[in-house]
């Protein structure tokens, strides 16, 4: 891919580390020439130190050619950026939208929106205080998630089959991770202990999820 990445600070740089190790083709679009130097000497990848809210300075970086753009800065130049180059054609428009109420007018340019990433630390942060037993999770709107689970070597669940565990409504087992494979559950399929099973469930139910699989034989 051919990205544009409009920031050199800490979420640009994570991204276009990323992106490289993809070995995509990387333009990062900065103004400030210090940030730009020091970016330049961690990675290999195009630097223009211009201001991205100017129509030219997405042509040098040839926007017509882009499979996305991912703006990183504050909310009114990556809102002032998207517009432009969305009338230029990018049609896969990314952006860091750091205030909830500027939410409306970047979806409204067709933007796929992330949170203050701030904000978004905190919550990933708290939940693990509050559910240390999850390793990783992901908000379906606010009215699911997505987690993982690795289950305990003294759960009573060990050793069951799935057709036998008594789930609680509008939670399931979606997929279990084992000695680096990958199963696709089946109601025959046997849990093991050190299993992560990734969990589907709604959020009023997401506490009794947690309390089944560590409940202790």
């Given at each position: 891919?051919?990205?544009?990445?409009?920031?050199?600070?800490?979420?640009?740089?994570?991204?276009?580390?990323?992106?490289?190790?993809?070995?995509?083709?990387?333009?990062?679009?900065?103004?400030?020439?210090?940030?730009?130097?020091?970016?330049?000497?961690?990675?290999?990848?195009?630097?223009?130190?211009?201001?991205?809210?100017?129509?030219?300075?997405?042509?040098?970086?040839?926007?017509?050619?882009?499979?996305?753009?991912?703006?990183?800065?504050?909310?009114?130049?990556?809102?002032?950026?998207?517009?432009?180059?969305?009338?230029?054609?990018?049609?896969?428009?990314?952006?860091?939208?750091?205030?909830?109420?500027?939410?409306?007018?970047?979806?409204?340019?067709?933007?796929?929106?992330?949170?203050?990433?701030?904000?978004?630390?905190?919550?990933?942060?708290?939940?693990?205080?509050?559910?240390?037993?999850?390793?990783?999770?992901?908000?379906?709107?606010?009215h699911a998630e997505i987690f993982k689970i690795v289950l305990p070597d003294d759960s009573k669940l060990v050793g069951k089959k799935l057709k036998d565990i008594d789930l609680p409504k509008r939670v399931s087992i979606i997929a279990i991770e084992r000695n680096s494979d990958i199963i696709i559950p089946i109601p025959e399929t046997t849990l093991?202990?050190?299993?992560?099973?990734?969990?589907?469930?709604?959020?009023?139910?997401?506490?009794?999820?947690?309390?089944?699989?560590?409940?202790?034989?």
């Open positions: 891919m051919y990205i544009v990445i409009v920031g050199a600070g800490g979420i640009g740089q994570k991204l276009t580390d990323i992106a490289l190790k993809n070995k995509d083709d990387v333009v990062v679009i900065e103004k400030d020439k210090e940030k730009c130097e020091e970016f330049s000497k961690k990675y290999d990848a195009v630097v223009i130190n211009a201001d991205a809210t100017v129509k030219e300075t997405l042509e040098s970086a040839e926007i017509d050619k882009a499979d996305a753009l991912v703006t990183t800065a504050d909310d009114a130049t990556n809102l002032l950026v998207i517009s432009i180059a969305k009338n230029m054609g990018v049609k896969s428009l990314v952006s860091v939208v750091n205030n909830e109420e500027s939410k409306p007018m970047f979806l409204e340019k067709g933007a796929n929106i992330v949170g203050n990433p701030n904000a978004l630390m905190a919550e990933y942060i708290y939940r693990a205080v509050k559910r240390p037993l999850i390793k990783d999770f992901m908000s379906l709107g606010g093991a202990a050190g299993d992560t099973v990734t969990v589907l469930a709604r959020e009023d139910k997401i506490d009794k999820a947690v309390e089944l699989f560590a409940k202790k034989k």
